[in-house]
């Protein structure tokens, strides 16, 4: 299944459920509200529909006739729209302010006309008896500027009925959607014969797209034409099948809909083809996959923790919630912008519990000891791991959307992601939990290796043999000076010594010399012991070859992070291994 089919069927089961607005309606943010009188008179000053306090006061959504796809040219919307069209007044310079509210003077002049509703009427009336200078009589305020408005009868007012949604106005509405439509066609999304959509509606909502919307689909150039065939003919996709799979995707892609996460710069959106309860008992575990977890201060909440623990404990989805019955599928879709369209970074449509073993697969690869402090880190949370000075806007582009497909597909990680680990080690020497466990994935799904969890002094690879020698180096300096000094020989030496060891490791052997005879004075048996560790990991390496190669691809650099992780920390964890005191280093 394509997936604008799968938003298509999404879009059916939402609005049974009253969750989305019917055809031809569009969910829209409603700053204002004009109440009138029958003859078209203000009754009282506009209302202010927006929540919040100060600054951060936001329009609510509201359901209104769908908007018109406005690029450079004028064209008003049905019954509602911003200040400049149906008042005349904007904050700005408005260079054409004046001709955008006759646009919509005008317009509603010829829709309306004829029509024995009070309250399209009283729309009439009002737009007949309005100017732009009344704004500032009549005292409206200045931040209702550049809102977007809509109407209602005083009397209805207080009842939540708007002008545009009197049944008189849907009919108009209706009829104005049908003379507008083109020929009909094949759908190519569901099947079925219908009016083709010139335009698509745009998408709201994808982080870093224009935020009037983009669009997947569109036809806007003559490079575009094939055969003739101009815009929304060239892929024939039905009005209604247009209109449901922007309004199911609109509708995840709202801020707190529990169905969508920001993956880098990929706006993820999920959903699951089940019953409502069904469908958000598999969305809420998803989402505790990939995005940091909370308190658990409600029930439920702490229900998702449990079920998240349950999966890292390896116990499968069945067990975990047998109400949840096989083959429920699951859908994801990421969605990145691109120009004046949005890119589909992936698409993934699967049962959930196949899916969940997937991630599973992905916490086993990342499995290293000691662990980091947080099980199960969120997507985020890795990925500014591989970003200059660990803030979110440096994560390389494409790099989210790769890696997250990879997961659910259980494909290899992008080669990207090895190379910007490899290079911020490089740049900060900050050897940690979470990238010693993200290089360990890498070499598990894309080179099929057999990489050590923990400490193993048997892993002969030469990268992680190097890197173990490394960290012995460097404790050997650490106890032969303090942890006072300045600078350890992991920060002046690491990137180099992982990239070439040929150079580095003749001057460390030699600069330990003097460190071990200082450690022998203090400490004869803690000397000893170090000269061991340093004879057995030497006597490991290959014999007949040389020790220190000339330099390291990059899957031996990661195999060298691995082992000075895991050598630094077993100085820490068992510190009677070079220290009759016990003491940690």
Same mark, same amino acid.
């Given at each position: 299944?394509?997936?604008?089919?799968?938003?298509?069927?999404?879009?059916?089961?939402?609005?049974?459920?009253?969750?989305?607005?019917?055809?031809?309606?569009?969910?829209?943010?409603?700053?204002?509200?004009?109440?009138?009188?029958?003859?078209?008179?203000?009754?009282?000053?506009?209302?202010?529909?927006?929540?919040?306090?100060?600054?951060?006061?936001?329009?609510?959504?509201?359901?209104?006739?769908?908007?018109?796809?406005?690029?450079?040219?004028?064209?008003?919307?049905?019954?509602?729209?911003?200040?400049?069209?149906?008042?005349?007044?904007?904050?700005?310079?408005?260079?054409?302010?004046?001709?955008?509210?006759?646009?919509?003077?005008?317009?509603?002049?010829?829709?309306?006309?004829?029509?024995?509703?009070?309250?399209?009427?009283?729309?009439?009336?009002?737009?007949?008896?309005?100017?732009?200078?009344?704004?500032?009589?009549?005292?409206?305020?200045?931040?209702?500027?550049?809102?977007?408005?809509?109407?209602?009868?005083?009397? /209805? @007012?207080?009842? $939540?009925?708007? *002008?545009?949604?009197?049944? &008189?106005?849907?009919?108009? %509405? !209706?009829?104005? =959607? #049908? +003379?507008?439509?083109?020929?009909?066609?094949?759908?190519?999304?569901?099947?079925?014969?219908?009016?083709?959509?010139?335009?698509?509606?745009?998408?709201?909502?994808?982080?870093?797209?224009?935020?009037?919307?983009?669009?997947?689909?569109?036809?806007?150039?003559?490079?575009?034409?094939?055969?003739?065939?101009?815009?929304?003919?060239?892929?024939?996709?039905?009005?209604?099948?247009?209109?449901?799979?922007?309004?199911?995707?609109?509708?995840?892609? /709202? @801020?707190?809909? $529990?169905?969508? *996460?920001?993956?880098?710069? &990929?706006?993820?959106?999920? %959903? !699951?083809?089940? =019953? #409502? +309860?069904?469908?958000?008992?598999?969305?809420?575990?998803?989402?505790?996959?990939?995005?940091?977890?909370?308190?658990?201060?409600?029930?439920?909440?702490?229900?998702?923790?449990?079920?998240?623990?349950?999966?890292?404990?390896?116990?499968?989805?069945?067990?975990?919630?047998?109400?949840?019955?096989?083959?429920?599928?699951?859908?994801?879709?990421?969605?990145?912008?691109?120009?004046?369209?949005?890119?589909?970074?992936?698409?993934?449509?699967?049962?959930?519990?196949?899916?969940?073993?997937?991630?599973?697969?992905?916490? &086993?690869?990342?499995?290293?000891?000691?662990?980091?402090?947080?099980?199960?880190?969120?997507?985020?949370?890795?990925?500014?791991?591989?970003?200059?000075?660990?803030?979110?806007?440096?994560?390389?582009?494409?790099?989210?959307?790769?890696?997250?497909?990879?997961?659910?597909?259980?494909?290899?990680?992008?080669?990207?992601?090895?190379?910007?680990?490899?290079?911020?080690?490089?740049?900060?020497?900050?050897?940690?939990?979470?990238?010693?466990?993200?290089?360990?994935?890498?070499?598990?799904?894309?080179?099929?290796?057999?990489?050590?969890?923990?400490?193993?002094?048997?892993?002969?690879?030469?990268?992680?043999?190097?890197?173990?020698?490394?960290?012995?180096?460097?404790?050997?300096?650490?106890?032969?000076?303090?942890?006072?000094?300045?600078?350890?020989?992991?920060?002046?030496?690491?990137?180099?010594?992982?990239?070439?060891?040929?150079?580095?490791?003749?001057?460390?052997?030699?600069?330990?010399?003097?460190?071990?005879?200082?450690?022998?004075?203090?400490?004869?048996?803690?000397?000893?012991?170090?000269?061991?560790?340093?004879?057995?990991?030497?006597?490991?390496?290959?014999?007949?070859?040389?020790?220190?190669?000339?330099?390291?691809?990059?899957?031996?650099?990661?195999?060298?992070?691995?082992?000075?992780?895991?050598?630094?920390?077993?100085?820490?964890?068992?510190?009677?291994?070079?220290?009759?005191?016990?003491?940690?280093?």
């Amino acid at each position: 299944m394509s997936a604008l089919a799968a938003l298509v069927r999404a879009y059916d089961r939402m609005a049974a459920r009253h969750e989305v607005p019917a055809f031809g309606y569009s969910q829209e943010k409603i700053g204002f509200l004009i109440p009138l009188n029958e003859d078209g008179t203000p009754a009282g000053l506009p209302i202010d529909l927006r929540r919040g306090e100060g600054r951060k006061r936001a329009a609510p959504l509201m359901p209104v006739p769908q908007p018109t796809k406005r690029t450079s040219g004028i064209a008003p919307n049905l019954l509602w729209d911003k200040t400049a069209y149906v008042l005349g007044v904007t904050a700005g310079e408005g260079r054409r302010t004046a001709q955008e509210h006759e646009a919509f003077r005008e317009r509603h002049r010829q829709w309306l006309a004829g029509s024995n509703d009070p309250g399209l009427q009283a729309l009439l009336g009002f737009l007949d008896g309005w100017a732009p200078q009344r704004f500032a009589e009549l005292g409206w305020p200045e931040e209702m500027k550049d809102q977007n408005v809509v109407f209602a009868l005083e009397g /209805e @007012r207080l009842d $939540g009925v708007m *002008i545009h949604d009197r049944q &008189a106005a849907r009919d108009l %509405w !209706a009829r104005l =959607s #049908a +003379a507008d439509g083109r020929g009909e066609a094949a759908c190519l999304v569901t099947g079925e014969r219908g009016p083709v959509a010139r335009l698509h509606p745009a998408v709201k909502g994808v982080w870093g797209a224009q935020s009037s919307g983009a669009s997947i689909v569109s036809f806007n150039l003559d490079a575009f034409t094939s055969y003739g065939h101009e815009q929304g003919d060239n892929a024939p996709v039905s009005e209604a099948a247009a209109f449901a799979y922007a309004s199911a995707l609109n509708r995840f892609l /709202e @801020r707190d809909s $529990g169905h969508r *996460i920001q993956i880098g710069d &990929a706006s993820t959106v999920f %959903w !699951a083809d089940a =019953s #409502a +309860a069904l469908a958000g008992q598999a969305e809420k575990l998803f989402a505790a996959f990939f995005v940091d977890e909370r308190q658990a201060d409600t029930a439920e909440e702490r229900k998702v923790e449990a079920w998240l623990a349950g999966l890292r404990e390896g116990r499968p989805v069945e067990d975990l919630r047998p109400d949840l019955p096989p083959g429920v599928r699951f859908f994801v879709l990421g969605l990145a912008p691109n120009a004046a369209r949005l890119s589909i970074r992936f698409y993934l449509e699967d049962e959930f519990g196949v899916i969940a073993e997937r991630y599973l697969r992905h916490l &086993a690869r990342m499995r290293i000891e000691p662990p980091p402090r947080q099980e199960g880190p969120s997507m985020w949370r890795l990925l500014i791991e591989t970003a200059v000075l660990r803030k979110s806007e440096n994560i390389q582009p494409n790099l989210a959307g790769a890696w997250m497909r990879s997961i659910l597909t259980d494909t290899p990680y992008p080669r990207t992601l090895l190379s910007a680990l490899i290079m911020r080690l490089r740049a900060d020497h900050d050897v940690n939990a979470l990238r010693v466990a993200i290089l360990k994935s890498v070499l598990i799904q894309n080179y099929a290796m057999e990489v050590p969890v923990s400490l193993d002094p048997a892993f002969k690879d030469p990268g992680y043999l190097l890197g173990r020698l490394f960290a012995v180096y460097e404790q050997v300096q650490t106890a032969a000076l303090g942890r006072e000094v300045n600078a350890t020989i992991k920060d002046k030496f690491y990137g180099a010594a992982a990239a070439q060891p040929r150079k580095v490791f003749p001057l460390l052997e030699r600069g330990s010399a003097p460190h071990l005879s200082k450690i022998g004075k203090q400490n004869k048996g803690r000397k000893v012991n170090l000269e061991i560790l340093l004879g057995e990991i030497m006597e490991t390496m290959s014999p007949g070859e040389d020790p220190f190669p000339a330099s390291l691809p990059e899957r031996s650099q990661a195999l060298f992070a691995l082992g000075y992780y895991h050598q630094r920390n077993d100085f820490f964890r068992k510190p009677d291994k070079t220290s009759p005191e016990a003491a940690p280093q």
